[in-house]
């Protein structure tokens, strides 16, 4: 076991706080980036760079120590090896030394055998429902952590997720459906995606859920998969395994600390989104398809646009030219008229 511990970094002594320090820029770096404290004419005090350096925001605070030989000033971070800090100076010399009296630590413990490591002396996680706090560690040091709780409903939370799980199967069930007959298909119907949702769910009663004990699988407990790939209870087989060892279905459901081999329940269940979600993964590729379509569809939608308007003009023009011919016609008609009557009264 290990305790987490702060990065520490102090001063050397000055007269009183109140003390010129120098003006200088202080840079400070972390994790978090790079922040400059800059000291000039304004508040070139030691008091006056405590509070630069609180006022940076860059994770490390200042505070001024004093007693009878003078007046030092500590930087802290906060608790952990990704909090840890550099100091760089410029723009005065000589630069104010710094000297290391806290290196930064993270946290060690082992539950179960498996080793944690975390920033803070505070473990949340570890064991559902329970936070550790470290106030001291030495190194060997092994202890038991008891709690009592409700009994926990194996068998209703078993049925909870079966009515969950048959909720969202049904509805893929509805959506890939086949037209057949003349009637209209679900509009995943033959979709890969849907396809691959549907293949991966159906795996899960068969899959691992823990390496260890007599119950490894929802299979072994009664979980079933129906024809249609809705999932059923054998009641008799749930309620017999509850009854012999309710821990060791609760742990396969979900352990105390989740491994590669003891994944648990909701592991299963990340592992299939993970996969369903990765680069090559059906719901990446079904999600890239459908937006090649989609973007397929917008052009041709532009392109039936911009052919519409291309054809209205010409239609305009066509027109246009239409109107200025029937002018002329109508022109030459009233001439020839105006003709045969002048021959009209001639012959008269």
Same mark, same amino acid.
């Given at each position: 076991?290990?305790?987490?511990?702060?990065?520490?970094?102090?001063?050397?002594?000055?007269?009183?706080?109140?003390?010129?320090?120098?003006?200088?820029?202080?840079?400070?770096?972390?994790?978090?980036?790079?922040?400059?404290?800059?000291?000039?004419?304004?508040?070139?005090?030691?008091?006056?760079?405590?509070?630069?350096?609180?006022?940076?925001?860059?994770?490390?605070?200042? /505070?001024?120590?004093?007693?009878?030989?003078?007046?030092?000033?500590?930087?802290?971070?906060?608790?952990?090896?990704?909090?840890?800090?550099?100091?760089?100076?410029?723009?005065?010399?000589?630069?104010?030394?710094?000297?290391?009296?806290?290196?930064?630590?993270?946290?060690?413990?082992?539950?179960?055998?498996?080793?944690?490591?975390?920033?803070?002396?505070?473990?949340?996680?570890?064991?559902?429902?329970?936070?550790?706090?470290?106030?001291?560690?030495?190194?060997?040091?092994?202890?038991?952590?008891?709690? *009592?709780?409700?009994?926990?409903?194996?068998?209703?939370?078993?049925?909870?997720?079966?009515?969950?799980?048959?909720?969202?199967?049904?509805?893929?069930?509805?959506? #890939?459906?086949?037209? !057949?007959?003349?009637?209209?298909?679900?509009?995943?119907?033959?979709?890969?995606? *849907?396809?691959?949702?549907?293949?991966?769910?159906?795996?899960?009663?068969?899959?691992?859920?823990?390496?260890?004990?007599?119950?490894?699988?929802?299979?072994?407990?009664?979980?079933? #998969?129906?024809? $249609?790939?809705? !999932?059923?209870? $054998?009641?008799?087989?749930? $309620?017999?395994?509850?009854?012999?060892?309710?821990?060791?279905?609760?742990? /396969?459901?979900?352990?105390?600390?989740?491994?590669?081999?003891?994944?648990?329940?909701?592991?299963?269940?990340?592992?299939?989104?993970?996969?369903?979600?990765?680069?090559?993964?059906?719901? #990446?590729?079904?999600?890239?398809?459908?937006?090649?379509?989609?973007?397929?569809?917008?052009?041709?939608?532009?392109?039936?646009?911009?052919?519409?308007?291309?054809?209205?003009?010409?239609?305009?023009?066509?027109?246009?030219?239409?109107?200025?011919?029937?002018?002329?016609?109508?022109?030459?008609?009233?001439?020839?008229?105006?003709?045969?009557?002048?021959?009209?009264?001639?012959?008269?």
């Amino acid at each position: 076991m290990q305790i987490a511990v702060a990065q520490r970094e102090i001063s050397d002594i000055f007269a009183s706080a109140s003390t010129a320090v120098g003006e200088r820029t202080l840079t400070i770096n972390n994790s978090g980036g790079s922040f400059d404290v800059v000291i000039d004419s304004t508040n070139d005090s030691l008091a006056g760079m405590r509070d630069a350096i609180n006022a940076s925001n860059s994770g490390v605070t200042a /505070m001024i120590l004093t007693d009878k030989a003078g007046s030092r000033l500590v930087m802290e971070a906060q608790e952990g090896v990704e909090n840890s800090f550099t100091v760089t100076q410029s723009g005065v010399s000589p630069a104010m030394n710094l000297t290391n009296i806290a290196t930064a630590l993270d946290s060690i413990v082992k539950v179960d055998g498996i080793e944690l490591t975390n920033s803070s002396n505070t473990v949340t996680g570890a064991i559902p429902g329970v936070q550790i706090s470290i106030l001291a560690a030495q190194a060997g040091t092994q202890f038991t952590i008891n709690g *009592a709780s409700e009994p926990l409903d194996v068998a209703g939370l078993v049925s909870e997720f079966v009515t969950a799980y048959n909720e969202l199967r049904s509805s893929l069930n509805n959506a #890939t459906k086949p037209g !057949l007959a003349g009637a209209s298909g679900g509009p995943l119907a033959g979709d890969r995606g *849907a396809r691959e949702v549907i293949r991966k769910l159906s795996q899960l009663t068969s899959t691992r859920l823990t390496d260890v004990g007599d119950f490894k699988t929802l299979a072994d407990i009664g979980v079933r #998969t129906e024809t $249609d790939g809705t !999932l059923s209870i $054998d009641k008799t087989r749930l $309620d017999a395994a509850v009854a012999s060892d309710s821990g060791a279905v609760k742990l /396969m459901l979900e352990p105390a600390v989740a491994t590669d081999t003891k994944i648990g329940l909701s592991g299963a269940l990340d592992a299939i989104t993970t996969s369903l979600k990765s680069e090559s993964g059906a719901l #990446t590729v079904a999600q890239t398809r459908l937006e090649a379509i989609r973007e397929s569809i917008t052009q041709s939608r532009e392109k039936i646009a911009e052919d519409g308007e291309r054809l209205r003009e010409q239609l305009q023009t066509t027109f246009a030219g239409l109107e200025r011919q029937l002018s002329v016609l109508r022109s030459t008609q009233a001439y020839v008229e105006q003709q045969f009557a002048s021959l009209d009264n001639y012959n008269n």
